[in-house]
C-alpha cells in the first residue's frame, strides 16, 4: 500500500466537490472512471463517502494498480472495481474495454501537468465517447490561465515538471476549454481549492 502525504491532504476537499456536484444525481447507482489512480488514496476514500458510486480506478503503472488492490482488500471496498491498465494518450477503444457513452463520471486527479499533451488530448476525447450525455470530467491540479502562470511557486512548479520531462507541464486553461469544445465537452464550472489547485467541470453535451 503506497502513501502519497499529497493525497492524505487533500482528498476531503475533492470529496466535497464530489458529493456537490453529483448531490443531484444520488437516486441513482453511477459509475466513474478515474484517470491516473495513483496510490488508490482517492478513490477508496472517494467510495466510503459516496456510496451511490461504483469506481473504476485505472492506471499506467504496475505498483500503482497493485497498490490500489492492497488498499481495496484491505478496507473491504465492495464499490471499488479491480484497477485496470489504461493509457490516456491511446484511442478510447483501448481503454480497458470500456464501451461507449458508459460512464456517467471520469476525473484526473493531478493527472495532466504530469502528462503530455498527447495524454491531454486523449483525455478529452476519450471522455468524448465513453461519458454519457450530461455526464461529467472532473481535474484537478495547477493550471496556467491565457499562457500565465502565477504566483511564483506555480512557475517553480512548472519549470520543475519540464526538467523532469520536457513534456510535461503545466495545463492552460482556455487550452483545454479548446480541447473540450472539440470533443463534445464544455467548461461548466471552475473550483478554486488550496494552494492555487482548481477543479474543472465539465459536461458532456
Known sequence: MLLSP?????????????????????????????????????VIRFAQKIPFVTWQPSDIKD??????????????AESVLQPVHLDASEPWEKWAGLSRSSCDVIIAINLLQYSSFKTAQGVFSGAGEILKQNGLLITYGVYAVNGIISPDSNEHLDEELRKMNPEWGL????VLRQQAFGNGLRLERMIEMEDYYKCLIFRKL
Open 6 to 42: 499529497q493525497a492524505e491532504r487533500n482528498w476531503e476537499d475533492l470529496c466535497s466537490v464530489l458529493e456537490d456536484v453529483l448531490e443531484d444525481q444520488s437516486h441513482r447507482q453511477l459509475f466513474a472512471l478515474e484517470l491516473g489512480s495513483g496510490t488508490g488514496q482517492h
Open 171 to 174: 495545463p492552460d486553461i482556455d
Open 63 to 76: 505498483d500503482s494498480r497493485e497498490s490500489i488492490k492492497a488498499y481495496i482488500a484491505a478496507t473491504k
